[in-house]
């Protein structure tokens, strides 16, 4: 409105409301302004469908235009003045698969907005409701909702990533899409993915003063569960919390995950609660806690047996920025009896970092030990310790130049004991053992690591060739550092996320000890985890010294075909005692460690070693040169070639297995 036109409405208004102070004007006015009401009351109501169908058609075709959607409504009718009822709905993409049908709905509607135009309704009542979301390899049906980006062409710039803005567009579609009060029935949610299909059904469902209790029937293919779910939403305050717990004694099993992974997820109990608001600069900040009891995981790469975590929880605060996520420190996990205080950081624009961080105060070692989850480690179960422990990790790595990589972890201790073992003795190191080597899983071979056995051999009598030629191909900083190598590591990621794989182990000859004397042989998530915390407590216990160590390690290793130990690899190669190895002969031993199965890759069909294997000896030699362990004429006169001439010599011409007869002189040993 223009200044003039507002001069001259002011005194207008004026005048009218002093006239109103009249008697006979001011009852004019009102009889007026009623028969005003009434006019639009009955227009309204004569016209309230051709409303709702203007209304409707103008609301559908704004969602379809922004969502890429094709939403269909069959009738709607406004019920007297206070309902309306919505038959045959239906949404699917524009190209994609039907994601959403309801045979009737019905609201209750507010008459005194639709007298001005307006269709506000509440209350809802949905009858037969189905949603189908339908995944075939990487297309969707649902995803329209909430990537609403345009379709890209091939003249359009691939579009930065804004988490903020993503994570605003789930919680409008979570909350701002619900009603206060809302009862369904006859619900059912049916996912189909590829050729695996899990339906869920509810009977009836119901918000009512915010709050919703409801069982769920559960379908993954032929079997079916029950669960319980029961919590509170407040979309106005955007708060979400819900706790599900299964209708029976049994567990609440996760459906998909066994036929997308062949893993399962099950738990007595899940709790969360969420509430998401935005704050400064664009942030949507999410805050909550998350709680599991009884959880079970169970799949081959993660641990042999079932692994339960009995009490976990997390109170968390997330901030997401335009180009960041990040979990603050300031939120707490409970993991049994240990409190702690993660920070985790994903940032991405021209380039992917990762922070991680955690730093936790002293706090009774029991604690640890205690909280360890059943089944997920099978030798220091049952431990009691005493004593305190804290622990301190950094990590930050640039995906886009790995070798940015920084990582730093230490395990500190105070008055750290054992006071009852596990499962295992670790104490046996130091002293003479019975060792059983396994392929696959399966006991393939029994010997005494020990004096009694005559192919053991005292460090003292292994050649310094071997051992310094063993100790720089596998581990030059055995004797400095307590079981990990920190270089090796940071090293050894770098290089997997270069390669996409665990490309590399980074394990120290202690690791690799603790691996064959304590651990099976299965690659697992646990069987690492318990490796490097048995290495650490080997370590920093000083169970065994060090020389302990190389010399068990030297007498159990893998070298060949069921050949364990240096002595027994000497006669299988070369038909001699260990102690009458030469330069070359031990270095050629030390290169097949890795791989000591595959050992015939190293020869070519004359039986000489391959020719690239050159440049291994030099970078060898160099090294036990540069640290003092040869000569410069034990390097000058090195050639790098062996000629085999013990039963190995077999392999190289073709045969599979060793003759019966290769152990016979070998009384110490007890085959199985």
């Known amino acids: 409105m223009t200044g003039r036109k507002i001069s001259e409405f002011l005194p207008r208004t004026l005048l009218f409301f002093a006239s109103l102070r009249e008697k006979k004007n001011f009852r004019k006015g009102i009889r007026f302004a009623l028969l005003v009401i009434a006019v639009m009351m009955a227009l309204s109501l004569l016209f309230r469908n051709t409303i709702l169908s203007y209304y409707l058609d103008k609301k559908i075709s704004s969602f379809n235009r ?70 075939h390899d990487s297309l969707t049906n649902y995803m329209f909702l909430i990537d609403r980006t345009p379709k890209r062409t091939a003249d359009t710039l691939p579009r930065e990533t804004d988490y903020a803005a993503r994570l605003s567009g789930i919680y409008n579609a979570v909350f701002a899409k619900l009603p206060d009060q809302l009862a369904i029935s006859n619900f059912n949610i049916s996912i189909r993915s590829n050729e695996h299909h899990v339906a869920l059904f509810v009977k009836r469902f119901a918000i009512e003063d915010h709050q919703f209790s409801f069982p769920v029937q559960v379908t993954e293919d032929t079997d079916t569960a029950g669960w319980i779910v029961e919590g509170q939403l407040d979309k106005h305050d955007r708060i979400i919390e819900a706790k599900m717990y299964s209708a029976s004694e049994a567990k609440v099993t996760i459906p998909y995950i066994h036929s997308r992974w062949n893993a399962g997820v099950s738990f007595d109990t899940l709790a969360f609660s969420l509430g998401a608001v935005k704050g400064p600069d664009g942030l949507i900040i999410t805050a909550g806690s998350a709680g599991v009891a009884g959880l079970t995981l169970e799949h081959p790469r993660i641990a042999a047996r079932p692994v339960v975590f009995r009490n976990m929880g997390i109170q968390y605060r997330i901030c997401a920025g335009k180009d960041y996520i990040e979990l603050d420190s300031a939120g707490l996990v409970t993991f049994g009896q240990l409190a702690l205080h993660p920070y985790i950081r994903y940032r991405k624009d021209t380039s992917q970092e990762i922070t991680l961080s955690l730093h936790t105060p002293w706090f009774p070692a029991r604690d640890l030990f205690s909280s360890l989850p059943d089944g997920l480690f099978t030798v220091v179960t049952g431990m009691e310790v005493t004593g305190e422990l804290a622990y301190d990790m950094d990590f930050f790595v640039d995906l886009a130049c790995p070798d940015s990589l920084h990582f730093d972890s230490d395990l500190k201790r105070r008055e750290f004991r054992i006071r009852s073992d596990g499962n295992a003795d670790l104490y046996k190191l130091d002293s003479s053992f019975l060792y059983t080597a396994y392929e696959q899983g399966q006991p393939v071979k029994t010997f005494i690591v020990g004096p009694e056995n005559p192919d053991f051999r005292s460090l003292d009598r292994i050649p310094a060739y071997l051992r310094y030629s063993v100790l720089t191909s596998e581990d030059g900083g055995f004797y400095q550092h307590r079981g990990f190598l920190m270089d090796a590591i940071r090293e050894s990621i770098a290089t997997d996320i270069k390669e ?40 920093n216990l000083q169970i065994a010294s060090k020389d302990r160590m190389f010399e068990v390690y030297l007498n159990i290793i893998e070298w060949g075909p069921l050949v364990y130990g240096a002595n027994e690899a000497s006669r299988f190669y070369f038909n001699k005692d260990v102690s009458r190895l030469s330069y070359s002969e031990a270095v050629f031993l030390a290169s097949i460690i890795p791989k000591p199965k595959w050992f015939r890759s190293s020869f070519d069909s004359a039986g000489h070693l391959r020719p690239e294997l050159a440049d291994y000896y030099r970078l060898v030699s160099e090294k036990m040169l540069c640290k003092g362990w040869v000569t410069q004429q034990d390097v000058d006169r090195l050639v ?30 007890l085959v199985k």
């Open 66 to 135: 922004q969502y890429h959607a094709v939403l269909v409504v069959d009738k709607a009718r406004i019920r007297w003045l206070s309902s309306i009822r919505v038959t045959g709905i239906s949404l699917r993409p524009e190209d994609g698969d039907t994601l959403l049908k309801i045979d009737t709905m019905t609201a209750r509607l507010s008459f005194f907005r639709m007298i001005f135009g307006r269709i506000a309704l509440s209350d809802f009542e949905l009858h037969n409701t189905s949603i189908t979301m339908v995944r």
């Open 500 to 539: 996409r794989s665990f490309a590399r182990g980074g394990s120290t000859i202690t690791m690799q000890l603790v691996k064959n004397v304590f651990l099976s042989r299965n690659k697992t998530i646990a069987r690492k985890l318990e490796e490097m915390l048995i290495t650490w407590l080997i370590e």
């Open 640 to 669: 790098p070639d062996v000629e085999i001439k013990g039963p190995a010599r077999a392999y190289l011409r073709g045969k599979d297995t060793l003759s019966a007869g290769h152990f016979i002189d070998n009384p110490g040993v």
